[in-house]
């Protein structure tokens, strides 16, 4: 019996598609093109040329592709799947959701798994665990679902359910020694979180001796080393790496160059920062980076000029960086040299309008050229509220209230010293993820903070827009992250800003007696004064007392810090950011 065209085309279909499988790209595509010029709208040959497009990089070609195969054949989920997936990389999360909603049936495993990646990167963080638990049912050994719910969980302050599914991950040793990384990184962090600091330390090491360019499990091992108090250790891993990468590998050598030196600035160690991104620099000559470094090393070392010279060598090499020319302005604001640092600031803050760093050093450059702009941006009385909470529901009195939560938190302050890149000194710190959390004394104590929110919201004036605090206000607000601090004797934290916030907070649950004193402000919060010495008076703007049971809001680009305190007993807050939904 002779063949028709029809078979002839369906074993040029069975053809190519075995050429994909094998990925034999130049092959298939060569077939494709020769059968698409013969039957320009058959489905199965313009998904599979979308394929190999894909496969080249060519995501806008392999896009068309993709379209014009389901508008020739509508029911394809397979197709659906490739074409979402190029729509989240291209950043267009939402008509990729779309799609793959259309495409993730209860038994299509690819496109449960990757519309739960989407809605995490979006923030749809119980759409994610919904997909990602679907997943796993249809297929419970997966690599990709398990690590995947595991990061959501770990997020979502779950570490103990995040555990054993990183543990079964774990056990498929087969995998590449990079994809052993990303799992063992992630348990240390599920049992970091658990308080498990020796064991989290020896799955962060596993995870850096698979991959010596781990960025991620570097930060996240010498970070807990240095909360421990081990600084034997702190940094080792860096070294190691050093001997291990090979030199032909620049890129991973800079970068791990680069973030060992940014953890030397975090601990004040700026003459060996400067070294290393002198190394970065030489690695890297005509990368911005580095120059932000050594400006940030040099300003640490107390030398304006070099700092300054560094900033301008950045902004040359990258001038469409205003982040930088917000760090130059601080600088500047050190040497007297307050015109030219406004004229950074107004030019950056347009570019930057929800960067609350950059807010907080225009206010600055406004208040030392006595411009009256300054007051309007921040209203240090209007602008900064105290809220005396309730005891929530069950407890008689706050202090009832704040001894239970402050023997809670004991549990949870268990490091030895505080975060290398936090501003707390003398102290530790919590995780940010504190009130997210299942505890009933931290759920009961977060409502009351969302009463506070919401009366500090609509007593914000209306009709200005454009104002940074007062125009942000939406139908609700959110926590981005919370966390509690526990100060020691001597403790404070240094002037900083939340720079990703829109109201951040003060909650304080125990302070020591020392506090009571109005005339000498021990351990009180200050608002108005920088990170940095600034060339000009009175920075300090307004002082607040801490009351056991006092909630204090204000806006997150306004500088505030502790005064130290010298006393035995520990000073311990909760603090929290809000931002606009």
Known sequence: ???????FLAASILQAAELVRRRLWPQAENLLIQLLAA???EPDGLQLLGLVRENQGRLAEAEQLFRQSLAARPRQPHVQVHLGRI?????RYQEAIDLLQVAALPDHFDALVILAQVQFTVGDLAGAEKNYRSALRLQPASQVALLGLSVLLNKTCRPAEAEPLLRAAAQD???????QAKIARNLGLSLDLQGGAEEAIEAWRRAVALDATDEEAHRELNALLYRMGRTGEFLSSYEEAARRVPASQTGARGALLMQKAALLIDAERFEEARD???QAAAIASESAGPQNGLAAAYAGLGQPDAAIAAYEKSIGLQPDDFVTRVRLACVLLQTGEARRALRLTEEAVPRLPLDQAALAVHELALRANGDPRAERLAD???????????APQGFSTMAEFNAA??????TMHTDLREHVDQTLRHGTQTAPSLLSGGNVLLRALRQRMEEAVAAYIARMPRGDESHPLTGRRGRGFAFAGSWSSRLHDSGFHANHVHPKGWISSCYYVAVPDVTLDPSAKQGWIKFGEPSFTASMRDTVRRAIQPVPGRLVLFPSYMWHGTIPFRAAATRTTIAFDAIPN
């Open 1 to 7: 019996m002779k063949r028709g065209p029809a078979d």
């Open 39 to 41: 039957h320009p709208g």
């Open 87 to 91: 729509l989240a990389e291209a950043g």
């Open 173 to 179: 040793t087969a995998r590449p020694a990079a994809w």
């Open 276 to 278: 290393c991104f002198s």
């Open 380 to 390: 240090y009385e209007q602008h900064i509220q105290i809220f005396d909470l309730e």
């Open 405 to 410: 939560l402050n023997a809670h938190l004991d």
